[in-house]
């Protein structure tokens, strides 16, 4: 096992959420497990994160910095299957069995980067992610720059803005990349004409107040459709990498 630091993570979120991935052979990335009640035998709904990189670190903040991130990669892809779901979040820290400082989310954004491990073992954790797809592409994104934006987006709040920002970087990110892929243009002109439009989307709208003068005769799309529509030009963009 690759994980050799005391640092836990104490999650809240979703019960059976978290009953499930620590059922999981999961990953030495995002490695979830349960702690029972050994006096009661019973579960007390204790779930705990462990990582590999929080390996050699001797900074509370700084682990803290690693949770928020890895977090927010599986919320965000997560969130890629529903826009509904219950976001895990970390409520406490503790290393060697003391609870640690609270640290507020710096909003420190980067790549995480390659675990100090070989790429032999690198491609060993990708395989035990397998029993959960979540934790597969978690473990893509910490590297690559442009599945890491898109669940850094999908992390955030479901409206036409961010929304919007998922399209056009996955549009840049394509043609940076020479990726190729196949949206439909009447769906993309109906989500653009909403997200950009004050009098269809109101304060979401990418752009200020503004009176519309002309007739909109192009139907307006919601924001469920919105979600299904960037979510299936996202899962385009992410097969081609994986």
């Not at 609270?102 to 909003?107: A, G, R």
């Not at 459709?225 to 992410?238: G, L, M, P």
């Amino acid at each position: 096992m690759f994980i050799n630091n005391e640092w836990e993570f104490l999650l809240r979120g979703s019960p059976q959420t978290l009953w499930d991935l620590s059922q999981k052979i999961g990953s030495n990335y995002f490695h979830i497990y349960e702690v029972p009640d050994f006096w009661n035998d019973c579960s007390v709904n204790d779930y705990r994160l462990k990582s590999i990189y929080c390996n050699d670190e001797n900074d509370y903040k700084i682990v803290w910095q690693i949770g928020y991130e890895l977090i927010s990669l599986f919320n965000g892809a997560r969130s890629l299957f529903d826009s509904s779901y219950w976001k895990v979040e970390i409520e406490q820290l503790w290393n060697n069995g003391l609870r640690q400082d609270y640290y507020e989310n710096p909003d420190c954004f980067g790549l995480l980067g390659k675990p100090d491990i070989s790429e032999e073992a690198v491609a060993h954790e990708l395989q035990k992610a397998k029993s959960d797809i979540r934790l597969v592409l978690l473990n893509k994104a910490t590297e690559d720059e442009g599945i890491y934006l898109i669940f850094k987006y999908f992390n955030m709040e479901n409206n036409w803005v961010t929304y919007y920002k998922i399209l056009e970087s996955i549009e840049y990110l394509s043609k940076k990349e020479e990726i190729t892929l196949s949206i439909d243009s009447e769906a993309r002109k109906r989500f653009t004409n909403v997200a950009n439009n004050y009098s269809l989307s109101g304060i979401h709208s990418r752009h200020g107040f503004k009176e519309n003068l002309k007739e909109n005769r192009t139907s307006a799309m919601k924001l469920n459709e919105a979600h299904d529509f960037i979510r299936d030009v996202a899962k385009q963009y992410i097969k081609t990498k994986i």
